[in-house]
């Protein structure tokens, strides 16, 4: 499978801790998403990191990406309640001409205020 | 809101019933998507239809019929599902060209709870 695969599958914080969760892939990637869903809602886009990008930051995230690992890390710093949530990552196989995104089954966020 | 709105949010439908789902997309994208998330499993795709031809099928059961009428809008079509059909359905949108590779950002609607008793 080419999926995306998180780890941890579960993860547990208090609020103004850093998280931190993993993703990896098992083939060429032309880029890979990580997004977030809350309880039984649609999924919203976070952040994009291609392929050539080693690093990416937005607001408290940050992501970085290891190709040669064929492996992403998604960090949020200074956690809040709110961000309390599954996270995803999601992967566009390299050569996809289409947009298909592979997903991984995600890390299940908890924040404690 | 994300521009993409799924109804009904929730249905129960029985074995023998025909029912669609309705996905509506205000972003102008040319290409859409349907997925099945079910507890404990990745996100499945189901159906892409990039400018408005089916580009993709899963290896979907028959017994789910996508039909995407314009660029704006996309349906699922159900009948005689079985009880493991229960899922939340997402529906997605995003901006693609025809070929080489796009940013493939999707823009997810909120999905429909849907129920086989």
């Known amino acids: 499978s080419q999926q995306g695969e998180e780890d941890p599958q579960a993860l547990s914080i208090q609020e103004g801790e850093n998280a931190t969760m993993n993703c990896s892939y098992k083939t060429s990637i032309n880029n890979l998403q990580w997004y977030r869903q809350n309880s039984g809602r649609g999924l919203v886009h976070l952040i994009l990191i291609r392929s050539n990008e080693r690093e990416k930051h937005s607001g408290r995230l940050r992501v970085t990406l290891d190709t040669s690992k064929k492996s992403s890390s998604l960090l949020i710093t200074a956690s809040r309640a709110a961000d309390t949530a599954s996270y995803f990552c999601?992967?566009?196989?390299?050569?996809?001409?289409?947009?298909?995104?592979?997903f991984g089954q995600g890390t299940i966020l908890t924040v404690h205020p | 809101e994300t521009g993409v709105t799924q109804t009904p949010r929730h249905l129960v439908m029985g074995m023998t019933n025909k029912k669609s789902l309705k996905c509506e997309q205000h972003l102008g994208h040319n290409a859409m998507y349907w997925y099945k998330q079910s507890a404990k499993k990745p996100l499945e795709l189901m159906f892409v239809y990039n400018f408005k031809e089916q580009t993709e099928n899963n290896s979907v059961p028959s017994r789910f019929s996508p039909e995407c009428p314009n660029s704006s809008h996309l349906f699922l079509h159900l009948h005689t599902l079985q009880p493991e059909d229960s899922a939340l359905y997402l529906c997605?949108?995003?901006?693609?060209?025809?070929?080489?590779?796009?940013?493939?950002?999707?823009?997810f609607g909120a999905g429909t709870r849907l129920s086989v008793l």
């Open positions: 999601a992967i566009v196989a390299g050569g996809t001409s289409y947009g298909k995104l592979t």
């Open positions: 997605a949108s995003s901006q693609e060209g025809r070929r080489g590779l796009a940013k493939n950002i999707q823009y």
